[in-house]
Each structure stands twice: as structure tokens, then as C-alpha cells.
């Protein structure tokens, strides 16, 4: 622990030391201030959520993003989250897909145990969040749309292609220019019924391979796998024709592919199974060799079966009908039950999260319609229900929560330069007209410093107090860019740090200024402290209002200066 406290100052040592039990505090290399006199004046701030004037601001929250395990295990960020902040958001542990099993019952001990230890300390809990496309328990989900199963068979063999020539259909299978092709008479097919198909080699060939049929199907053929063919031929005069197996007609790979096919002049089927070798392998055509006879060949019912080791399942899909009823019941199901397990000591909701499009419409809905890349989590519950699916989610949460609960909307880059502040202040007007009532609007506001100007805030939230809703800055961090390039901690500097102290300062001034007191429901910090390397969030980022080993950052005097105006 020596080589941690030589650099703090006296009051981070004194904090250092009275949390030394906590295995995480080992051993995390320090942001060395570039004084300590400047340390000791960060140090000399009071705890953050002292700075909130009261008596102007009787229900505005400092919140902090905080993880279930840190909460509820007591640990430093337990201690730090109750010192310094009213309330608390989780990161993931209160989501659909970290509370829906994959038989869609509820698993709410963990959240229980958060609710009371927040409860014991006199933390209010934020609900986060109902309704997103992330997060989700996308396997239960698709599983409920997936196509209904109509039957099941075992083990056995796969119909790959046929043909009776029953009528003009060619399209699996050919000739080269060797022989002339044509349909008998009906009734002169195999059993006497029927066509068949008849071909004719008017003169023997220099090579066998110089009159050719051609049966092609798909797909093409792997080693290992087990095929059958099976048809009924016969001749003017016995004869025998070998097969290749051939990539495409014309396309020779190997001499052999379905055994040497026997003909004499009556009707005989002839069955061959093969497993493919590696000679045979990519090959989608059987050629046969008819060249060294001189003679009219006929095929009827031709067919080609693939061995199935597993079986098969014959499948009709849902339709968007049945699909909207079954997802729309799985909301319920989901919000119903969290809403009433919470709602004794959550009394505030993400309902919506992350609703609006990014590109190319900003007034439009996210979609994974189209969307290669879909990660395990992720579901769009918007795909299914359509527009109405927010008004819907805010139905489920008005009518299973508390009379008086406050329900937001959440969106990121609502500072950007684009319409997505617009567009969601749409949504929420096209929501009321619905029938619902959105209670607040909640940016998230992951900024970046080098990128982000304190001039779009500053519009943003003009926008957002215009619309008469509570405004909550609902996820805060920082990161810092410079020449296009992401700092990371071990890199940047004091100057930078100052920086986005003065950054911090001017934000949280912006919300006190530009929001009325009546509409500011509070601002959350998503990050306590700077991201380790390996978080999947802004990993190796210097994003804290405080170091990963607890000293406070210049950050924090900034977001504290930036209290101070909330008068």
C-alpha cells in the first residue's frame, strides 16, 4: 500500500486507509496531481451533493451509475455513492436481459437486495430501464416468434431434386451436343403411364464423354455426406453408360460419381448410394457417358435424396399479426412484473430508452430491420409493435406503479448537431397524443471534450425546458479527444485535466441556468471513477470525477463549482 499513498495528500490517505479491507483498491497505479498543493484544494471541496441549494431545488437528485455488487456489498463505491449523491442508477442489473430468464419469469432477488441496502442508506433507486432495444433477453424473445414446428421426422433421406418429365421442365437437367432430346407419347413412361424423357446418340463417339446427360441439383456435395439416385431407364439395345461427377455441366472433376447405369430395352429402376469422397467434393452434376452406343436412352422419374442424420422439421412461420400479440404480451408480462415488484421504493423510470434513429432520419424510429450485425442482446421491440410501442410501454408503468411516479424518456447525442433532440420531442408529443403522459426527458450526455461544445448544450437544453417536461442530464461522463484520437489515462495530462474540470463546470452551469427550478429533476453521473482498460464502456478512459484508486480528480472540484449555481 506504501507505493499508493505516497502520493496522496492527507485526506485521501485518511480515505485510502479506511477502506483498505477492499480488494479492488490493490494496487491501482495513482494520476499524479501536478501539485500537491493543487490536490489538497480539490481534497478541501465537501461532499458533492452538499452543494445543491435545497430550499431552490426541493426534488433535484444527484445521481450516480453504479453496479449492483459494488452497491450491495458495501464496498468503497458504496460509501462514496452514499456521500455524495442522492441517487442511484444501475448500469444493467435492473434490464430485461439481466432479469428475465429464458422460461420469462422474473429474477428479482439481486434487485430486491439493492432495494433494501438503498432503503437502509436513504438512496432513492432510478429504474433503468424498461423498454430498450439492448440489454434485452433476445433468446427468450425470439424464441416466442419463432416459426411453429408442424411436424418432426427422424432420421432418414432429404429429397434433393426430381423430375418425372411430365411436363416441358428442364431446369435440372441437359444435353451436350451430342445427342437430340425429346418426350415419348404418354403411356410410353416407366409402368406404361405417363411420359418420359428419351434421348438419342445417333452414331458411335471417338469418347463416351462426347454424347452426355447432364441431372443437376443443389446443392453441391461434401465429403462424408450420403446420397441416393434413383430412376427408371431403359434402351433401344442394352447398353451401359458410367457417370462422372462434374462441377457444372461440362465442368469435369472425377471419372466416377454414381456407379456405371445398366440399360436393356424394358423398363428397370436403378438405385445407387455413394458417400462422397474428396474427389467428388463441390460437385452439383451427374454427367452420363452415352457416347460408345449408338442408341435412344429413356429416364423417367428421376430423383436425388441426401442422407439426414438428425431428422427434419417442417416449420410455418408466424404471422405479423400473431407476432405483435405474442410480443406485445411478453412487454406486459416484463413491465407488469417489475413495475409492482419495484414500486415500493422506485418511484421514478427509464420507461423508453434510446428510441430515436441515428441515421438517416433523426424523426424516425430505431430499427433492426435490415441489420446484419445484430448483437445476442439486442431485440427491437419497435419491429413488432410499431410506432405504439412507447405508448404502450408507458401505459404498462402508469398503470402498475405508484400514482404519482415520474416516467422519462432517454435518448443519447440529443446534444449532436443532428434533429435527434427534435425527433424526440416529437415522439414524445405523437405519445400524448396517445393518450399517455410522459413526465420527463432524460439526455444522456456522454460528452467528449475537443468535440462536444458547450453551445449545443446549451440548445439542447433550451430545447428540452421548453417543453414544460422535468429535464434530467441522465448519464454524464467525459472522455477527451485530441487530433481524432480517444486520450487514454496514462496519457493525459494536468492541463487537460483542468480542462475538463472547467468543461464539467460549464455543463452542470448550463442545466442551473437554462432549466427552470421546477423542471430539474437532477443530474447523474455515469461514472464515478476513470474506466479501466478492459470495461467495455470507454475503456482506459480518464471519464471519472474521480481516479480508479478514489483521489479526486479536477473534475470533481468542477462538477462542484458547477453545484453551486443551482440557486
Not at 146 to 155: D, E, K, R, Y
Not at 336 to 363: H, I, L, R
Not at 390 to 417: C, K, M, Q, S, T
Not at 456 to 483: F, N, P, Q
Request: a negative charge; proline letters at 3%; charged letters at 20%.
Amino acid at each position: 500500500m506504501k507505493n499508493i499513498f505516497k502520493f496522496l495528500p492527507l485526506s485521501a490517505l485518511l480515505f485510502s486507509l479506511a477502506s483498505c479491507t477492499e480488494s479492488h483498491l490493490l494496487p491501482f497505479e495513482v494520476e499524479k496531481p501536478s501539485s500537491i498543493a493543487d490536490q489538497e484544494v480539490i481534497d478541501a471541496y465537501a461532499d458533492l451533493k452538499t452543494y445543491v441549494d435545497r430550499t431552490a431545488n426541493p426534488n433535484f437528485k444527484l445521481g450516480l451509475g453504479i453496479s449492483l455488487s459494488d452497491y450491495v456489498n458495501k464496498n468503497v463505491m458504496y460509501r462514496l455513492a452514499n456521500r455524495n449523491f442522492d441517487e442511484i442508477t444501475l448500469g444493467y442489473e435492473m434490464k430485461h436481459g439481466a432479469i428475465v430468464k429464458a422460461d420469462g419469469s422474473l429474477s428479482l432477488d439481486n434487485v430486491n437486495k439493492l432495494l433494501e441496502t438503498a432503503q437502509e442508506a436513504n438512496v432513492s433507486v432510478f429504474g433503468h430501464t424498461l423498454c430498450w432495444h439492448a440489454n434485452q433477453n433476445a433468446t427468450y424473445l425470439n424464441k416466442l416468434i419463432a416459426p411453429n414446428v408442424l411436424s418432426t421426422t427422424g432420421p432418414g433421406w432429404d429429397l434433393i431434386m426430381q423430375n418425372n418429365f411430365e411436363t416441358d421442365d428442364s431446369s435440372n437437367y441437359q444435353i451436350n451436343a451430342g445427342l437430340t432430346s425429346s418426350y415419348t407419347a404418354v403411356g410410353q413412361g416407366a409402368n406404361g403411364t405417363g411420359k418420359a424423357l428419351k434421348l438419342t446418340n445417333a452414331s458411335v463417339r471417338t469418347n463416351e464423354w462426347d454424347a452426355q446427360l447432364y441431372i443437376k441439383f443443389s446443392p453441391a456435395v461434401q465429403v462424408g455426406e450420403k446420397y441416393r439416385l434413383t430412376m427408371d431407364v431403359r434402351a433401344d439395345v442394352t447398353a451401359s453408360s458410367p457417370t462422372q461427377a462434374q462441377l457444372n455441366p461440362g465442368g469435369y472433376r472425377h471419372w466416377d460419381f454414381f456407379g456405371a447405369v445398366p440399360y436393356t430395352t424394358t423398363w428397370t429402376a436403378y438405385v445407387k448410394e455413394i458417400t462422397v469422397t474428396e474427389q467428388m467434393k463441390d460437385c452439383n452434376t451427374i454427367a452420363f457417358n452415352l457416347g460408345k452406343t449408338a442408341s435412344s436412352f429413356y429416364y423417367d422419374n428421376v430423383k436425388i435424396e441426401k442422407y439426414n442424420a438428425t431428422g427434419s422439421i417442417q416449420t410455418q412461420e408466424k404471422t405479423p399479426e400473431q407476432k405483435k400479440a405474442i410480443i406485445a404480451e411478453a412487454l406486459d408480462k416484463w413491465i407488469t412484473g417489475m413495475v409492482s415488484n419495484c414500486k415500493t421504493y422506485v418511484k421514478a423510470w427509464d420507461v423508453v430508452n434510446e428510441p430515436m434513429s441515428d441515421w438517416p432520419n433523426q424523426f424516425e424510429l430505431k430499427t433492426g430491420v435490415g441489420k446484419t450485425n445484430m448483437a445476442a442482446d439486442e431485440f427491437y421491440w419497435q419491429d413488432y409493435l410499431g410506432k405504439d410501442y412507447a405508448v404502450e410501454a408507458f401505459r404498462l408503468a402508469r398503470l402498475h406503479g405508484n400514482p404519482n411516479d415520474i416516467l422519462f424518456i432517454n435518448d443519447y447525442g440529443l446534444e449532436g448537431g443532428g434533429d435527434k433532440c427534435d425527433g424526440l420531442i416529437q415522439y414524445v408529443n405523437y405519445i400524448e397524443s396517445k393518450g399517455q403522459t410522459v413526465d420527463g426527458i432524460g439526455t444522456q450526455m456522454h460528452v467528449t471534450l475537443g468535440e462536444t461544445t458547450i453551445e449545443r448544450i446549451r440548445t439542447m437544453l433550451t430545447k428540452l425546458a421548453a417543453t414544460g417536461k422535468l429535464v434530467k442530464i441522465s448519464e454524464l461522463d467525459m472522455g477527451i479527444k485530441v487530433g481524432g484520437v480517444m486520450v487514454k489515462t496514462e496519457n493525459v495530462t494536468p492541463a487537460q485535466l483542468q480542462q475538463m474540470s472547467d468543461f464539467y463546470k460549464e455543463i452542470v452551469e448550463a442545466y442551473f441556468d437554462i432549466v427552470p427550478a421546477a423542471q430539474r429533476y437532477g443530474i447523474t453521473q455515469w461514472a464515478a471513477t476513470d474506466s479501466p482498460a478492459n470495461s467495455s464502456w470507454r475503456g482506459g478512459e480518464p471519464i471519472g470525477l474521480w481516479s480508479l484508486n478514489y483521489s479526486r480528480k479536477p473534475a470533481y472540484a468542477g462538477f462542484a463549482e458547477g453545484l453551486k449555481s443551482s440557486k
